[in-house]
Each structure stands twice: as C-alpha cells, then as structure tokens.
C-alpha cells in the first residue's frame, strides 16, 4: 500500500492565482481530511469528509473548497491565493470506526509559497 | 472550543538523558493520541490511549493518560539522537466522530 499520497510536494503561486492540492489514499478510510501546519501553530483542520460525497468545515476553512467524489481521492482547492496562506498541508485519512477510529495516516505534506 | 497546551515548547538534551513533556486540557478527551513528526514528513502515530490512568510503553518511551481524561504525558528514558523530531500530543473529545484536536508540539533535540 502506498498509504496518502499527496501532489505536489511544493508549490509557489502567485497571489490570486488558484491551484488544487491532490490527495489520495489506498487504505479505503472513510475519513479523510485536510490540516495547515504553520510555525508555533499545530496542526489546524481546514475542511473533512466522512465519506464519498459528505464534506464539512474544520478549524479554518476561509480560502478552500474541498470535494469527494470517490472514497480514495480527496483534493484541496485554493480559490484564490493569498500570502496568508502560505504553509504546509497535510492530507490525512482514518478508519472512522473502531476503538481507534481517529488514529489519523498523513500524507508527506505540500509545501506552498504564494507571493 | 478544546484546547491542548504542549509543554515544553522547546527542549534540547544531551543523549542519555531522560525527559518528560506534557499535554493538558480543561476538556475531557475519549481518546488521547502521541504522533512524531521529522523534518519535511507528516506526523506518524506513536501511541493512542482510550483509559483514563492508562500507561503504555514503546521501548524506551512511556505514556501516560490522566485519571480525568484530561492530560497525558510522554516521558523518554534515555533519549537518544533518533528521538529527535516534533512531538504532538492530539485529543478526541467525546461527540466529536473522528476530529482531533492538536497541541502546538514539543520540538525535542538530542545531541550526541
């Protein structure tokens, strides 16, 4: 198994400019979701999905559009760049069920820059 | 809103020194995970702890889940360079389905 895979591993943009950030993952989890990583800021949950066809806001999710079309895939839409986001995104999935039902898999994070 | 405070927020050590960082909350949390986190990769799962008064141990880690289900602490015996990375500490409060709540983390440096 590959585990979550996440494209592309780094980014630059422009501001205004838009991109999608690609995750997907073979474990078939039914969650999956998306965190920004930011110096002394943890992780921060922008948008989830609970299954093929069901997303809903996280922590931060001004600036992103998510959908999930497929169990496996689960990719990130930055609608309009701003330097505020720039940071590092991680794509992650779980079980959803079970004892450790939030134990959460990463991907290895894309690394965006806008300026 | 849950809250989870990481301290320290920084520790350098000398390798074989043993160490302690801390996570607490005012919330109660169903289930408390560890994760490590090296340079340019995403957090790995190190342990998840569901029972309040709790202890697991991982070789030469040990962690422990608070009586009230509120904090959890990672103690290292004799940290060595590989333990080197970010520590986070994340909590699942009860009705949240799979969301996690996470603490800012514990960079940990072990010089050798």
């Known amino acids: 198994n590959a585990g979550v895979t996440q494209t592309p591993k780094f980014q630059v943009l422009k501001t205004g400019q838009s991109m999608t950030l690609q995750c997907a993952q073979d474990m078939n989890h039914e969650y999956m979701s998306w965190y920004r990583q930011d110096p002394g800021m943890g992780l921060r949950l922008i948008h989830y999905?609970?299954?093929?066809?069901?997303?809903d806001q996280g922590e931060v999710p001004n600036g992103y559009n998510v959908s999930r079309s497929t169990t496996e895939d689960f990719p990130l839409r930055l609608l309009s760049a701003a330097p505020s986001q720039t940071s590092v995104y991680f794509c992650a999935s779980s079980y959803g069920a079970g004892e450790f039902r939030e134990t959460q898999y990463f991907g290895p994070g894309t690394r965006l820059l806008v300026l | 809103t849950q809250l989870l405070e990481q301290s320290p927020q920084f520790l350098s050590i000398q390798e074989g020194e043993n160490l302690t960082v801390y996570c607490n909350s005012s919330?109660?949390?169903?289930?408390l995970q560890w994760y490590r986190q090296e340079p340019g990769e995403g957090p790995v799962l190190l342990v998840t702890v569901v029972t309040g008064g709790e202890v697991k141990k991982l070789k030469r880690l040990t962690f422990q889940f608070g009586d009230a289900r509120k904090d959890s602490s990672l103690h290292i015996t004799a940290a060595q360079p590989g333990d080197t990375g970010l520590y986070l500490c994340a909590g699942a409060g009860r009705g949240s389905n799979y969301k996690l709540t996470f603490g800012k983390g514990t960079l940990l440096t072990v010089n050798p």
């Open positions: 999905s609970v299954g093929a066809g069901i997303t």
């Open positions: 919330s109660v949390f169903s289930s």
